[in-house]
């Protein structure tokens, strides 16, 4: 509320100590109870602030020395306000209030982790040199060639991990469960003989509390990042926000081993998430053709070494991934479409498609040869199975299918808050790791518990042979006949839609079915935001199928003539809302929905409105549950649209500024001083200087710490030109990607202290600049479409006027 | 001129003779067919328990109809003639449906090996011992059912659900008069065990594990809660007229906690204060407060 004030009167913040102490004094006289409430709210706020200003704050204190100007914090400067203060002040007001405590030590941190990406390509002399070299090389379609093969690859390979994880899945859980099945017939009291049903109880706890701890340990322990589903994590990468960790091999290591662990210890999760993000490591991995983590260089696709290449190869490998994962290609593509649109060319898409192709088709082969058919036709491991007689639907339908989406909708807005709730619970009351992982574990035990009472004690008895069941299990039903209710619980979730689909009427109790919906729908709940890797996308559909057989099944009950009632039609509309109204994705998932299960082209009108229905109804009330993850990690989204605040303001109400700046020929001295004292990343090079004034130079280009670095680091300054001008090139930057050593590694400059730097071989010359009249709009789009870092603001002699980055569009 | 026309007249009467051969073969093959069909109906449902059922009983038709396909396909000229001769193709598509029905019913599962003999002793010894028990069938003939049983059970996993419909269908009258007309299949629902340990394993570690996660974070922000108290001021104004504002509009405190914060006033007064903070931190108070 305050924030919005101060940037609108920006300007006169000097003059308005007033008003401010007025609102000093406001929350003083209030009770300290309500004035708690306020400090847990507000509190969290300035944390934010904290993060995502620390450098704006920053920005003032190497100036100190240099800059006479007095220091004028702009628009921007609500933010940095309580950034100063809290940063420059004793550790203690970190944990000031109730929320913060438990934030304080690990938030804090994280938040200041995140940076944007280097997407805009630094277009330097070197480079440029690199690229006249590679014109007038004859095979100059190599790198063109080479990038196609890493698609490729990207998609065999991500194809291949997806097929290990599936397979191990399927082999284990079928363990369990015939286990778990022979455990129970043997216990059943039948006729004299001894047992107790306590005992295959036991087995399943067993059975799930064991990989159970295992994941969440792993998770917990090794790589945190790999907690959740994965798609929030890739989604905030492809917008353009370096998410610490998310694309290293350990990740992918420990992500796998979750969510097997997982899956097999029967949490309500898919696996779905976690391979997309799998595609999304292997793409990084394999284009840098280097392990950072096994001090491995393999020398090859060296060109590719920035954050423009590896963006694009992720984007790619996020496709394969969903392309495994669902079986469906087009699907994996439009997701990579849907999550990054706006940095998007055609070679991309078509290369994207290719490797997402390729992705489904490797599992196909692999898969098919796994299960013994000869035909490629196994599709997918989301497979949903094809409906043996083509869905069809009557005009009256059309309402039902809304009032399902709805429904959805309604379902779906109610999970994701309640999710967030838990989640907020957890945050607070359950900060220590071992905490974490007992409560993964105590998650698992509550969902056997509540599965096993369910099997006790709902007697849903029907004939054997009917439709297809793996474990049928008979427990107190008559000889031939199967407890529906355990044939629903002993199998993998993903089974048990594709049961929901397929079976045929009849196959459950209407009391069945509300009890496992209901069950399933809170434990989903419960299961997302615990310490494992596992994907939402599975249960959530699960859910979906549950209430929309259910819904069937209560109409077909109601009204017996209506004939149209296919419960497995319903069931896959549900499943369609449920995931609308949970995930809110539109376009991707529409079409995995129609490629996982095959349906005809006429039925997809019903599909779609099902599906916007529930995202409409949701988006009244929150945002999706991948949004919501990232808006609780405060990650720097950009949206699709700038904010509303910002609409109708200029440039020059939002940039940040006194702007840290380096002239074209600077003393080494100095640059050294700059890197130590602020952590940007990228300083505007400007001539024309008139004495040390460097923030009010002319601009003429844009370097980027690393570079600085690089160049304190290998010492190519002008005195001892003669030396390193031969065998500089872009390599020579590419060479220390992706994790940049830091300053504290660059020696003290002892003797070459009075060295100079001419950036002019290595700034980017071509930085984007906006005037300080710009529309803000209009610069949000420039730099969401472009997936700038850096943005420099000029004014009409071409002197720098501030700078705008990724955190000056965030609003808070 | 006569040895053509006799010719002629041989070749028609062998062509005749032929297609009279052909038109035999068929309706011997019709015939079989009518027989199967009516053996098949006429087995439908076993009018007694100890009847012969469909497989055994209609085998010899079923072979019957089988060779006289076979000769009737065999006979080049014949099969020229039925097969593929117009739309229907009745004798393949009937030939077809009566084999599927065979098929479906996994009837050569039957003639494989003595699984189909000693299920019928097995059954035998079952339905004697029903016979004899009349009133106390479930504890006499207890053994025997569980025998048949597991036999059966086996047999269908080691087959994969491909049990011979004869087998099948006596196993269902049996299960269905056993569990449900005799009510022999008792089987108790006991509890009391299950239950218990549920309270232990499940209900009881998730009390205990939220119950102690609150109070533990209770009491970490409840130390919190007393720094807060102590200093409210800290972060406060840097001006001396600011300070003494705050220190006035606060409520009077223990002497601990008063000298606590003077000292913290103090302190914070020596230091020198720029200016650049001085418009953010009222603000920033007021937002932190």
């Known amino acids: ?812 | 001129m006569r040895n053509i026309f006799l010719l002629i007249i041989l070749y028609c009467t062998t062509l005749a003779a032929k297609s009279k051969t052909c038109d035999h073969l068929l309706r011997e093959l019709a015939n079989d067919q009518q027989n199967f069909v009516y053996c098949n109906t006429a087995h439908a449902v076993p009018a007694h328990p100890q009847d012969e059922r469909l497989c055994i009983a209609c085998n010899q038709r079923y072979s019957n109809m089988a060779s006289s396909y076979d000769t009737l396909m065999t006979n080049e000229n014949c099969s020229k003639i039925y097969m593929d001769s117009d739309r229907m193709n009745i004798v393949f598509t009937t030939q077809n449906v009566l084999k599927g029905l065979w098929n479906r019913a996994y009837c050569e599962e039957c003639f494989k090996g003595n699984n189909s003999d000693i299920f019928q002793d097995l059954y035998l010894n079952l339905s004697g011992c029903l016979e004899e028990n009349k009133g106390s069938e479930c504890s006499s003939c207890l053994l025997k059912y569980i025998t048949i049983n597991d036999f059966y059970k086996d047999l269908d996993q080691k087959n994969n659900g491909k049990v011979c419909f004869d087998m099948q269908d006596v196993m269902n009258r049996t299960r269905v008069l056993w569990s449900k007309d005799l009510k022999c299949c008792q089987r108790e629902v006991k509890m009391t065990a299950f239950l218990t340990s549920v309270a232990i394993v499940a209900v009881l570690p998730i009390l205990l594990f939220y119950s102690a996660a609150f109070v533990l974070t209770k009491r970490r922000e409840a130390n919190h809660g007393l720094l807060n108290e102590q200093e409210p001021e800290l972060d406060a104004p840097s001006s001396s007229d600011i300070i003494t504002a705050a220190i006035l509009s606060t409520p009077p405190e223990p002497p601990a906690v008063l000298d606590a914060k003077t000292d913290k006033i103090s302190k914070l007064l020596a230091i020198p204060d720029s200016d650049f903070s001085s418009d953010d931190e009222p603000f920033a108070n007021a937002k932190t407060k």
């Open chain 1, 1 to 812: 509320m305050d924030d919005e004030k101060q940037l609108v009167y920006g300007e006169d913040d000097l003059s308005s100590d007033e008003d401010e102490i007025k609102t000093l004094g406001a929350p003083k006289s209030l009770p300290y109870a309500t004035a708690k409430e306020q400090s847990s709210t507000s509190r969290s706020q300035a944390i934010f602030g904290t993060g995502i200003t620390q450098t704006n704050n920053n920005d003032v204190s190497p100036l100190l020395s240099i800059e006479p100007e007095p220091v004028y914090e702009g628009s921007s400067g609500s933010n940095a306000g309580t950034a100063s203060i809290t940063a420059n002040s004793e550790p203690i007001f970190h944990v000031r209030s109730r929320t913060a405590a438990a934030l304080a030590g690990t938030a804090q941190q994280t938040q200041t982790q995140y940076e944007s990406l280097d997407y805009d390509v630094c277009e330097n002399a070197l480079f440029q040199a690199e690229q006249r070299k590679r014109l007038r090389d004859r095979f100059s379609l190599r790198i063109h060639v080479i990038r196609w093969i890493i698609f490729i690859l990207i998609g065999i390979v991500t194809a291949l991990i997806a097929c290990t994880i599936d397979i191990v899945i399927e082999e284990l859980s079928e363990l369990k469960y015939k286990f778990l099945k022979s455990s129970v017939d043997h216990n059943v009291p039948v006729n004299e003989s001894t047992g107790d049903l306590a005992l295959p109880f036991f087995w399943w706890l067993l059975f799930s509390v064991v990989p159970v701890a295992i994941g969440a340990g792993m998770v917990t322990y090794i790589e945190p990042i790999t907690a959740g589903s994965g798609i929030p994590q890739v989604k905030s990468y492809l917008n353009g926000v370096k998410v610490p960790r998310i694309v290293r091999i350990k990740t992918l290591a420990v992500k796998a081993v979750g969510v097997i662990t997982s899956v097999v210890g029967g949490l309500a999760g898919g696996k779905e998430g976690p391979m997309i993000h799998a595609g999304a490591v292997v793409a990084a991995g394999i284009s840098q053709g280097k392990s950072t983590t096994f001090v491995k260089d393999f020398r090859i696709f060296k060109a590719f070494r920035d954050d423009h290449e590896k963006r694009d190869f992720v984007l790619g490998g996020a496709a394969a991934g969903v392309s495994a994962a669902f079986g469906a290609p087009i699907g994996g593509m439009l997701f990579s479409l849907e999550e990054a649109a706006s940095f998007w060319n055609q070679n991309l898409i078509w290369r994207t498609l290719i490797a997402s192709i390729i992705s489904s088709f490797t599992l196909n082969i692999v898969l098919s040869a796994y299960h013994g058919l000869h035909d490629f036709t196994f599709t997918g491991l989301f497979n949903l199975g094809k409906f043996d007689q083509p869905l069809t639907f009557e005009y009256f339908e059309l309402p039902l299918f809304m009032l399902l989406g709805v429904t959805g909708g309604l379902l779906g807005a109610a999970w994701n808050s309640l999710n967030t709730l838990i989640n907020k619970f957890r945050k607070r009351y359950v900060p220590w790791k071992v905490g974490k992982v007992c409560e993964a574990v105590l998650v698992a035990i509550m969902g056997v518990t509540l599965a096993c009472t369910m099997i006790y004690f709902i007697d849903d008895c029907r004939p054997l042979g009917n439709d297809p069941t793996i474990h049928p299990v008979q427990l107190f039903c008559e000889d031939n006949e199967y407890n529906a209710v355990a044939a629903l619980w002993f199998q993998t979730p993903e089974a048990t839609v594709r049961a929901l689909f397929h079976d045929p009427p009849g196959s459950h109790k209407i009391l069945t079915l509300a009890v496992f919906t209901l069950v399933y729908y809170f434990l989903s709940c419960a299961t997302f935001g615990l310490n494992v890797s596992l994907g939402v996308f599975i249960p959530t559909a699960l859910v979906g199928a549950a209430w929309g057989r259910l819904v069937a099944m209560l109409i077909f009950y109601l009204f017996p003539n209506a004939l149209f009632l296919h419960p497995g039609k319903y069931a896959l509309i549900g499943a369609a809302a449920n995931l609308g109204g949970v995930l809110r994705m539109t376009i991707s998932l529409s079409v995995i929905l129609m490629e996982t299960t095959g349906i005809e082209t006429s039925f997809f009108f019903p599909l779609i409105i099902a599906l916007i229905t529930a995202k409409w109804v949701g988006d009244y009330f929150n945002d999706g549950i991948y949004d919501t993850v990232i808006e609780v990690n405060n990650v720097p989204m950009l949206s699709w649209e700038p904010l509303p605040q910002y609409k109708g303001l200029t440039a020059k109400e939002i940039l940040s500024k006194p702007v840290v700046s380096i002239k074209l020929v600077d003393s080494a001295h100095y640059i050294y001083e700059v890197l130590q004292k602020c952590n940007h990343n990228g300083f505007p090079v400007v001539d024309d200087v008139v004495g040390d004034r460097r923030s009010e130079g002319r601009v003429c280009g844009i370097i980027l710490r690393s570079q600085l670095i690089v160049i304190l680091l290998k010492s190519l300054y002008v005195e001892n030109k003669r030396f390193w001008i031969p065998e500089t090139s872009i390599q020579t930057f590419r060479d220390v990607y992706p994790r940049y050593p830091s300053i504290s590694s660059v020696r003290p400059l002892d003797r070459k202290i009075n060295y100079t730097v001419d950036l002019s071989m290595f700034m980017n010359p071509s930085p984007v600049r906006v005037n300080t009249h710009d529309s803000v709009p209009k610069i949000f789009n420039i730099f969401r479409a472009l997936g700038l870092r850096h943005m420099l603001v000029i004014n009409n002699e071409n002197r720098i006027a501030g700078i705008i980055t990724r955190r000056d569009f965030i609003y808070k």
